[in-house]
T-cell receptor, first 114, second 113 residues
């Protein structure tokens, strides 16, 4: 148990569906991150939020829309995805962005796009 | 550039032996490096870190070595145990407009009994 909880753990969706991934951290951290993990590729940083403000968008397609209503919650809204978007989506948190490399990861949401 | 790579995708070691996992990075300006371990079905977990003003740091059964001259990072695991089976990622902290952690592609460590 890392203190970072992701739901759902598994999601199957069609290309026209709209779904959301949720991340919640109980660590009192102020920075939250979305990473994408595909087979045989490095973890790809997607978005960073620091004190609820987005500080990084790593050229992510607009069909992925993040939302950070407060420092404890992070969402990733999904719309009209492609099969190549199938991957493990990992949420992480840290004290503040840049303070340390110790990111606390959730167990991920495995997404399959049909 | 912003890339962190690993020399080998897989490493197999005998239980009880020492393991050495290597990593090369390309960004000379990176000042902070981290090793993560990812077990099957779990998210990555922090193991150990090192700042660029150091060349060695030790933890419990793990040692990280940093050679800035050749931009090389290594993780040494002493007396490898079955529980060490996992994928190991090196990562670097890159600061442009803001700090971000960039991961390498990972090395899968397997333990032979």
């Amino acid at each position: 148990e890392t203190g970072v909880t992701q739901t759902p753990r598994h999601l199957v969706m069609g290309m026209t569906n709209k779904k959301s991934l949720k991340c919640e951290q109980h660590l009192g951290h102020n920075a939250m991150y979305w990473y994408k993990q595909s087979a045989k590729k490095p973890l790809e940083l997607m978005f960073v939020y620091n004190f609820k403000e987005q500080t990084e968008n790593n050229s992510v397609p607009s069909r992925f829309s993040p939302e950070c209503p407060n420092s404890s919650h992070l969402f990733l809204h999904l719309h009209t995805l492609q099969p190549e978007d199938s991957a493990l989506y990992l949420c992480a948190s840290s004290q503040v962005q840049g303070s340390t490399g110790e990111l606390f990861f959730g167990e991920g949401s495995r997404l399959t796009v049909l | 550039g912003e890339s962190v790579g690993l020399h080998l995708p897989t490493l197999s070691v005998q239980e009880g032996d020492n393991s050495i996992i290597n990593c090369a990075y390309s960004n000379s300006a990176s000042d902070y490096f981290i090793w993560y371990k990812q077990e099957s079905g779990k998210g990555p977990q922090f193991i150990i870190d090192i700042r660029s003003n150091m060349d060695k740091r030790q933890g419990q059964r793990v040692t990280v070595l940093l050679n800035k001259t050749v931009k090389h990072l290594s993780l040494q695991i002493a007396a490898t145990q079955p529980g060490d089976s996992a994928v190991y990622f090196c990562a670097e902290n890159i600061y442009s407009s803001a700090s971000k952690i960039i991961f390498g592609s990972g090395t899968r460590l397997s333990i032979r009994p």
